[in-house]
């Protein structure tokens, strides 16, 4: 809220902090794990999957992605202060050969061993963290789960036991959307262009679906990286979570320099994940 | 994430719930506590003014609001997954008779004693819950603050110790704007129209600044609902949390009907905070 030449030139003269990360930090993320999606304007969408942590329905997006199959659908539901969702909106489009209709549930994930533990519990579970490989978690230590912060990509589903494809897509636009977490499978993360959907205008119909073809924002074509000829695919890294340099990072937000004032802690999804194109 | 047939089947059958506020749960929210901000496009933004709890920066937004102050100003930035901001981006233009400066801070209010508690911890305060009169707040045991969520209405300003007249404003349009508790001042919540501000287009300029008057988004008027001619006031009313109700509609947030997995908790800024037209 700085007027914006003093900003401006607090940006210029800051020098190195403990909490910036050094070029070992960054890592690449493979070609097969990132969703490029453009839509009409040229306006380009890019996701990285969690191949880790939802691999079936991981499975199931990277053989809709190289059949093509979102080419041409739309962004068709974009409610306030909750989701923007796209895919089929009449789910009448026949899915590829080896696409599963009903993967099996990814709701959780194996495991809790987060890089990094926000120093307080979560107002949705008793623990959370960001993993060495920069995604945010939580568990009530028995399960653990990819949290619907903002931005993350869920899979839209029918009612349980429905888990989805993975065709329907979902990403939160509001202020949370984490009582989805553990009843929707977590396939991804927007790493670029989360502009192209948070500022799609609303609809005032039930659940934010567009009223039709005028109102739909349509996709150009969705594919994977690793599909895409070598001269023209973006290559990004993700800043890595396993080092003192992130740890500082999550202290700073609790923990700011005074005169602000710090809280003393801050939400799993108010920690920044950094991603960057490969200089 | 429900097909839209069955969902609106399950909207039409709902019976009542516990979890319903009754007649007597809406209570009028005063005239001079409602400022109606009108967008190009005939965009009608309404925010109720936290009259209660930050009483010096209110009384300068009454002041603002009585001169027509904000008229032909706009909306002059718009920051992805941070804040959409308010008022005369020049900072030149004279502040009314009468709107002080620099008001004494109120980063802070007196007391904590909601009216419905949050059962677990928050990741930025030790306790937080919802005032009867329907409000936010949170926590450490010694200060007590109203909540940065999406959708509150804080006053911009210049680095501290300047508090800020009132006069910029900005709303968060993202995942979580917390950090700025008890470093901002919040004067107020927008109860209608919060998609003219979450969707406008971002901007990639340092701070979100848009690059001048072809981005802006132009204020045509703001009014408090008190100044409007009677024949066009809009009249608004608050739920009250001061009831089992809204108890009940907590809890069902935290512990929704199997199948869905609850999570036992939610953060105070996933509460609804319901307003409605008066009848």
């Known amino acids: ?11 210029a003269a800051a020098p190195p902090s403990p909490a910036d990360p050094i070029e070992a930090d960054w890592r690449a993320i493979p070609d097969d794990e990132l969703l490029v999606m453009t839509l009409r304007g040229d ?11 939802a691999p079936d329905h991981v499975a199931n997006v990277r053989r809709l992605a190289l059949a093509h199959w979102w080419d041409e659908l739309s962004v068709y539901r974009v409610q306030e202060n909750w989701v923007a ?10 899915l590829p050969a080896g696409v599963t209709d009903r993967p099996a549930a990814e709701f ?23 993993t060495a490989d920069g995604w945010p978690v939580a568990s009530d230590g028995q399960h653990a789960w990819l949290t619907h912060c903002y931005g993350m990509v869920g899979v839209a589903r029918d009612a349980l036991p429905s888990t989805g494809s993975g065709a329907e897509l979902f990403t939160p636009i509001g202020q949370s959307a984490r009582r989805l ?10 790493v670029a262009g989360m502009q192209w959907l948070s500022a799609l205008p609303r609809s005032d119909a039930p659940m934010g679906m ?70």
Request: aromatic content about 8%; charged content about 25%; some cysteine.
């Open 1 to 11: 809220m700085l007027p914006l030449l003093l900003a401006l030139a607090q940006i």
């Open 43 to 53: 306006r380009r969408v890019v996701i990285r999957l969690a191949a880790r942590y």
């Open 85 to 94: 969702q796209w895919g089929d909106r009449t789910e009448q489009k026949p």
């Open 108 to 130: 959780e994930i194996a495991g809790f061993a987060p890089a990094q533990r926000m120093g307080r519990p979560d107002s949705y579970a008793t623990a959370s963290g960001i």
């Open 181 to 190: 977490d553990r009843n929707y499978t977590v396939v991804g993360r927007i």
């Open 210 to 279: 567009y009223a039709g073809k005028e109102e739909e924002w349509p996709i150009v074509t969705a594919r994977l990286a690793s599909d895409i000829p070598a001269a023209e695919r973006p290559h990004y890294q993700y800043r890595a979570a396993d080092n003192p340099r992130f740890a500082a990072a999550i202290a700073r937000r609790a923990h700011p320099e005074p005169p602000t004032v710090g809280l003393g802690g801050a939400s799993v999804c108010d920690v920044p994940l950094a991603v960057r194109k490969a200089p």
